[in-house]
Antibody, heavy 118, light 110 residues
Framework: QVQLVQSGAEVKKPGASVKVSCKAS????????INWVRQATGQGLEWMGW????????GYAQKFQGRVTMTRNTSISTAYMELSSLRSEDTAVYYC???????????WGQGTLVTVSS | EIVLTQSPGTLSLSPGERATLSCRAS???????LAWYQQKPGQAPRLLIY???SRATGIPDRFSGSGSGTDFTLTISRLEPEDFAVYYC???????????FGPGTKVDIK
């Protein structure tokens, strides 16, 4: 069965960077885009960007341009999202999700809580 | 950029009742690229409906989606206790690829 398993919770200081991993299993990793979505406590879903694991091509939401980098290691079927220059407003649960050919996100990771605090 | 608006913000209903959730787009959306998700506290979102009206794998038939253009609807025909959750609509734009979510509708127990 398709699974996306994310790395554990992180606590970071303002100005630092965080890198979250997302390990895929149960399907061919290079056949589907990986997207990243975040959710602050009590808030809605915010799309951050996508990555094509086959080509490595990426596309980022304008809000995160210059601060986010999405990469992958195809040998271990793992995608990564790194967010830099962290501020308190970046405190949120970060999800990876598989993009389907129908323009939806059909499988989601369990989420990674990133807390930014001095 | 397309903006999605969902109404109502909160829907208070009893088990067994029918729930009708609305998602309105600021400009026309391809029906092929309109999806609905359910999210329960502490859990990741779960895909319910894709292509405006197709149920995702394993989704009960009490969930149905409809609509086109700028107006879309998620209907839950008879609420089960496990259906009380937050529901999000989402649209996909392909050039460039972008996902946009609505603010969500909370369905809670009356």
């Amino acid at each position: 069965q398709v699974q996306l398993v994310q790395s554990g919770a992180e606590v970071k200081k303002p100005g630092a960077s965080v890198k979250v991993s997302c390990k895929a299993s149960g399907y061919t990793f290079t056949s589907y885009d990986i997207n990243w979505v975040r959710q602050a406590t009590g808030q809605g879903l915010e799309w951050m960007g996508w990555m094509n694991p086959n080509s490595g091509n990426t596309g980022y939401a304008q809000k995160f341009q210059g601060r986010v980098t999405m990469t992958r290691n195809t040998s271990i079927s793992t995608a990564y999202m790194e967010l830099s220059s962290l501020r308190s407003e970046d405190t949120a649960v970060y999800y990876c999700a598989r993009g389907s050919s129908y323009g939806d996100l059909d499988y989601w990771g369990q989420g990674t809580l990133v807390t930014v605090s001095s | 950029e397309i903006v999605l608006t969902q109404s109502p913000g909160t829907l208070s209903l009893s088990p067994g009742e029918r729930a009708t959730l609305s998602c309105r787009a600021s400009q026309s959306v391809s029906s092929s690229y309109l999806a609905w998700y359910q999210q329960k506290p502490g859990q990741a979102p779960r895909l319910l409906i894709y292509g405006a009206s197709s149920r995702a794998t394993g989704i009960p038939d009490r969930f149905s989606g409809s609509g086109s253009g700028t107006d879309f609807t998620l209907t839950i025909s008879r609420l089960e206790p496990e259906d009380f959750a937050v529901y999000y609509c989402q649209q996909y734009g392909s050039s460039p690829p972008i996902f946009t979510f609505g603010p969500g509708t909370k369905v809670d127990i009356k």
